[in-house]
């Protein structure tokens, strides 16, 4: 009786691995016939997109256009097939654009936004996917409203305000010559000359109405991303990967961006050096070195700014600003030893960066950011961690101090001149009242009125702290709705990724929810207009929404699993507790 049960046992096991076999030869199949699918179609798009760039790079003269069309085309193509993974390879060519901008394509804004390519194309796969499976579009109820009247503002501002210009104003260029006499160089305050007092007579420059729709993608384009991050991170190995996939990005971008310094230190790049007058203290793309966009690099006049990867000082500063959170989240959260490790080499990488690229904002808030990081994550009462990777990161940030001190010493006298000479609190008071002074109504002057990038469709601006932008831009109601949003969105990430139970999970929510706490409410510049915090924010925030689905799945799991192992046990004592 006992040999017949044996022997059925066998029988339904070699069945069982018969079965797990063939299902695994079908994946295959299907996963080479998918495949096969997939490169006829990349080589189908490659072709036509040949066929439409040729003529238009012998039309406009220009191939390195073409040839970003030509590649575009199966980009969005695979983008849209594979959203997922065309998501991941979005956060990967973000940390490069700047490079391939510059050095491939000329600094042709056609490649500026070419991160888009994969972005939109898997948004739009995404959203479709979604209404197929009735999946929820808002992934979290409590920020919809905040959303929605954020959105209503922004929207009537676009067209009561772009549109009324686009529609309502004549052109500048078409006005008469004394009025044109009369016109102040903004284009709005005249002075009479009877009266001698200031009058306003609008008139327009470009083309407000496209102003105002590239105003509004810089300013809320990147939202969907919560979205996006909310359907891409869908268990604790994903997340983990994100942490880890950050890392390497910003251990490859600091390396370069220390062999950039190194080349310009030795001379292989000559920056400005040879540069006279005003150049000396201007970054230009003319100087480039290596990787990355606009540079400076005076020597002589105590000049240094460096792009590393990204188009200019200031991107590159606020990626060393966002990365001391991911390496901090990896160096402390991650599972793995040799991954906690790659994020303390990661973190000595930023702050190495910090120091060397010459940028002030990221020398200050580097440091700033981590100490926050450990006291609000409670990493720092969390010794047995801490003291290891404090002690090591301690050491190899002295030993590169002592054997540079010059350069220690000549980035923090800037610091301290700079700080002296225009304190931030008195520059942020200056943006504020100038943003109040030029207010026209209650929308504002229109979406990408401030907005660098929204020049080429006329004026714009300067206003170089965020919220006296979004105030100048979109005004007051605007302004007051985007605050409650952002509010909204740390009160309601904190409370999700305070659920959460199992602790690495927990762990990463924390450090990612006291990059978005800071981020929110920062005065200074415009971190939400610039990449890669543009990116990271609105993703984070998905991530931070999705954690306790994560940790829910993960305590199923972990259930199963030991479940599993007690049927296991159970049989196990069972046969060898019966009499031979």
Request: charged share 15%.
């Amino acid at each position: 009786m006992v040999r017949a049960k044996r022997r059925r046992q066998k029988k339904s096991k070699s069945a069982t691995s018969t079965l797990n076999i063939k299902e695994r030869l079908i994946e295959k199949r299907k996963a080479r016939e998918a495949r096969k699918k997939l490169i006829g179609l990349l080589i189908i798009c490659l072709i036509i997109g040949i066929a439409i760039a040729l003529p238009l790079g012998f039309i406009f003269n220009n191939f390195k256009l073409a040839s970003g069309i030509a590649v575009g085309i199966p980009c969005i193509v695979f983008s849209y097939i594979y959203p997922r993974p065309a998501l991941w390879v979005f956060l990967a060519y973000m940390c490069f654009s700047g490079t391939i901008t510059y050095w491939i394509g000329g600094g042709n804004s056609l490649f500026q936004i070419a991160k888009d390519v994969f972005y939109l194309p898997a948004l739009v796969a995404l959203v479709q996917e979604c209404r197929r499976q009735r999946k929820p579009i808002i992934v979290n109820s409590k920020i919809k409203l905040t959303f929605f009247i954020l959105v209503a503002l922004t929207l009537m501002t676009l067209f009561f305000v772009n549109g009324g210009q686009q529609f309502a104003l004549p052109y500048c260029n078409d006005l008469s010559e004394y009025e044109k006499f009369l016109r102040a160089p903004d284009g709005s305050l005249i002075l009479n000359p009877e009266t001698g007092i200031i009058i306003r007579t609008p008139c327009k420059t470009g083309v407000p109405f496209l102003q105002g729709i590239l105003g509004l993608k810089v300013f809320l384009g990147y939202i969907p991303l919560i979205f996006c991050a909310y359907y891409l991170i869908e268990s604790k190995k994903q997340l983990v990967f994100l942490g880890r996939l950050l890392v390497v990005l910003a251990i490859v971008c600091c390396t370069l961006g220390i062999i950039q310094y190194l080349f310009l230190s030795v001379g292989i790049c000559s920056g400005t050096r040879g540069a006279s007058g005003n150049e000396l203290f201007r970054a230009t793309t003319e100087a480039k070195c290596l990787v990355g966009g606009s540079l400076l690099y005076s020597p002589s006049q105590g000049q240094i700014r460096l792009p590393g990867t990204f188009v200019s000082p200031w991107h590159w500063a606020w990626f060393l600003i966002a990365n001391s959170f991911t390496t901090f989240t990896v160096a402390f959260s991650d599972t793995a030893l040799f991954w906690r490790t790659a994020g303390l080499a990661g973190l000595a990488l930023v702050f190495i960066n910090s120091v060397i690229c010459g940028q002030r904002i990221a020398l200050a808030l580097v440091p700033v950011c981590v100490v926050i990081s450990l006291i609000l994550t409670g990493q720092i009462a969390n010794l047995k961690r801490f003291i290891p990777i404090g002690t090591l990161l301690a050491l190899i940030l002295g030993t590169v101090a002592i054997a540079n001190p010059a350069i220690v010493q000549e980035r923090v006298d800037s610091f301290v001149a700079r700080w002296n000479t225009s304190p931030p609190h008195l520059f942020i008071q200056e943006q504020i009242h100038y943003a109040v002074r030029q207010q026209k109504g209650i929308l504002g002057r229109g979406l990408g009125k401030a907005t660098n990038s929204a020049r080429v469709f006329g004026d714009t601006a300067l206003v170089e702290t965020y919220h006296p932008k979004i105030l100048y831009e979109v005004g007051y109601p605007g302004l007051i709705a985007f605050l409650i949003f952002t509010t909204n969105i740390v009160i309601v990430t904190f409370k999700s990724y305070r659920s959460v139970k199992i602790p690495s999970i927990r762990s990463f929510g924390s450090s990612f929810w006291v990059f978005i706490l800071i981020i929110s409410f920062f005065p200074y510049w415009y971190p939400l207009d610039t990449d890669p915090v543009a990116v990271y924010y609105w993703f984070f925030t998905g991530v931070l929404l999705k954690l306790p689905k994560i940790d829910k799945q993960e305590k199923q799991n972990l259930s199963q699993n030991n479940v599993n192992s007690g049927n296991r046990k159970s049989r196990t004592f069972k046969r060898s507790s019966k009499i031979p």
